[in-house]
């Protein structure tokens, strides 16, 4: 049992090495089978093989132990992520090579807890025939893991059951003996300071709020303009009920209706009578004025928004005229087109929709075809990849056995190098010391060197000094005499004198205020020009509207002479006279 252990132990030292993102599993296979140089064989072949398996079928394996990790293993370390792996492996693929007594020895080297609880978990039938058989199929194909994989597993199960109940009713003394009660510790209270009471603080003064000012009166009652818009409307009112009573009194003779054959009245003081009682709501519509007859003044913008807003009109007007010069006229023949156009593109729509309906029918035909030669294509990878690892392993083979002969050769050399030791000691210590002879004299000719430098430097600095104690004695001007005309000459690009910078400054200026004249007078120009618009489009409202007066006028010429045939003389009254002359006649006919 020790050996199993020890080779679990290798095996999952070499898997947490691993890393995924950074190796590729071959290099490190052969990485991992160098350094196992100094095992056996036997014990090195049974070790590169479990770790082959483990890194080939890594995502299988992972499937299980995160799925265990998340339901029953909460309470395991994940330094034991690879030790599970380990075990799923053997059990999955390896349990009838090795055999089931063989397979019992290296699960009782490992942790007897542990091992029992993940292989309780994963030989639960629920589990091997519901999601892990899922699993495992979204990776590789389910007529292949239901046949070599969770068929063998369910056939192993009774087995392990009785192994793991063997376990689990294993004596206590394979445990760990309990260890001592430690000694309890006993808590003991800080030695704290008693802090000083508090001052109590003085209180703020309350803040005394300003007294608002009240609600104005004029919040509570109607504006001045509702006044006089309701005094306006009672004179309007009152207005009307005066004409309309003038009217039904004093109407006149060629309004009243009258019999055929029947004679025209004669005695002016016989009264007529209505043919209709008079009512208030057959009043013509009323102009309301504001008080006073104060003009409503117009701003810029309503005067260009009703500018525009008759320019449209005009525009759509002359598009209609255009269109009525241009013959647009009947729209059945239209109609009878997009009937046409409509049956058309339904006709062509049943076309597409069979049409998609056949490529339906096909696409699944396809379908069916793509996932036969798929699973053919599976089985095809299956039997190359066996014959793969059936090459690999010829070669590892191989290359084992060229391993050996080359650490033989690598022995044979090492003692014949140890009877050449002596000689290489003493040619060793010779090079040394010619080596130590070479670099005492190159550090005495570096520390001459050296010295050499530092009496020069002390020399120059002494001359450097002398130089500037007589510099210091010469006698200087303390005052400085200064040329505005002369430029400077640091070597700048575009340098100049004081003299040329103020002109320069001077003529900046004059082009300035020059530049403010000339924008005042293009904002003037530009104000008179819109003034000047703006009375253009006053104008041009004043006269639209005038026409859009007279052609309501004429409407209503058009559509009331009946009207006004059927309501008698009361509303006669109330239309002007040129209408009347213009439907009548004049008033003495």
């Not at 075990?87 to 542990?114: D, H, M, R």
């Not at 303009?225 to 009217?247: P, T």
């Not at 392993?393 to 090492?414: D, G, N, T, Y």
């Not at 009375?535 to 009946?562: F, H, Y």
Request: glycine share 4%; proline share 6%.
């Amino acid at each position: 049992m020790a050996y199993y252990e020890k080779c679990i132990e290798t095996v999952i030292e070499q898997l947490n090495k691993f890393k995924p993102e950074k190796d590729s599993p071959e290099e490190f296979l052969e990485a991992a089978s160098t350094s196992l140089q100094a095992l056996s064989p036997q014990k090195r072949a049974f070790i590169l093989e479990v770790l082959s398996g483990c890194l080939r079928y890594r995502k299988i394996l992972a499937v299980v132990v995160d799925a265990f990790y998340v339901r029953d293993g909460r309470l395991c370390p994940r330094a034991d992520y690879s030790l599970f792996e380990v075990i799923c492996y053997l059990a999955t693929f390896q349990l009838e090579e090795l055999g089931f007594q063989l397979f019992c020895n290296i699960v009782k080297s490992q942790p007897v807890a542990k091992v029992c609880k993940f292989l309780g978990f994963f030989f639960n039938p629920i589990h091997l025939c519901s999601w892990v058989k899922d699993e495992w199929s979204l990776i590789y194909e389910t007529a292949h893991v239901r046949e070599n994989w969770i068929n063998p597993l369910m056939r192993w199960q009774p087995e392990i059951q009785e192994l793991i109940n063997q376990l689990e009713g294993a004596p206590a003394s394979q445990s760990l003996p309990p260890k001592a009660k430690a000694k309890v510790t006993e808590p003991k209270e800080f030695n704290l300071t008693v802090p000083k009471p508090r001052t109590i603080p003085v209180p703020e003064p309350v803040p005394v709020m300003a007294k608002p000012r009240p609600v104005p009166p004029s919040t509570y009652q109607l504006p001045k303009e509702h006044q006089q818009l309701e005094m306006v409307r009672r004179h309007n009112r009152r207005k009307a009920e005066e004409r309309l009573l003038r009217a039904n009194t004093e109407e006149l003779r060629c309004a009243m209706p009258r019999s055929r054959g029947e004679p025209p009245v004669q005695d002016s003081k016989k009264k007529p009578r209505l043919r209709f009682p008079p009512r208030i709501q057959r009043t013509p519509k009323l102009t309301f004025y504001r008080p006073d007859n104060v003009p409503v003044k117009l701003n810029t913008a309503a005067i260009l928004r009703e500018g525009a807003l008759y320019q449209r009109q005009v525009e759509k007007e002359l598009q209609r005229v255009d269109k009525l010069v241009d013959g647009a006229g009947d729209f059945s023949e239209f109609l009878k087109w997009q009937k046409k156009m409509q049956a058309k593109d339904r006709e062509e729509q049943l076309a597409a929709g069979e049409c998609r309906r056949l490529q339906g029918k096909l696409s699944h035909e396809e379908a069916v075809l793509a996932r036969q030669h798929l699973v053919q294509e599976n089985k095809q990878k299956a039997d190359h990849g066996k014959q793969e690892t059936a090459q690999l392993m010829f070669q590892r083979a191989e290359r084992q056995l060229q391993e050996e002969r080359s650490m033989k050769e690598l022995v044979q050399q090492v003692l014949e190098a140890q009877k050449n030791v002596k000689v290489a000691q003493t040619k060793l210590v010779k090079c040394r010391r010619q080596i130590v002879q070479e670099v005492t004299e190159e550090s005495r000719e570096l520390l001459q060197r050296s010295a050499e430098e530092a009496k020069e430097e002390q020399r120059r600095r002494c001359k450097l000094i002398f130089q500037l104690r007589a510099l210091e004695t010469q006698p200087t001007r303390k005052g400085k005499l200064v040329d505005l005309t002369q430029i400077p000459g640091y070597g700048l690009e575009g340098e100049m004198s004081v003299v040329e910078l103020r002109e320069r400054l001077a003529l900046l200026k004059e082009t300035q205020q020059r530049e403010q004249e000339e924008k005042r007078d293009q904002i003037i120009h530009g104000r008179r020009a819109k003034s000047q618009e703006l009375q253009n489009a006053v104008e041009q409202i004043s006269l639209c509207r005038a026409a859009m007066g007279r052609s309501a006028a004429l409407r209503v010429q058009l559509k009331w002479p009946c009207a006004i045939l059927e309501s008698g003389p009361k509303v006669a009254l109330e239309f002007p006279l040129v209408l009347l002359e213009l439907y009548w006649g004049p008033m003495g006919a």
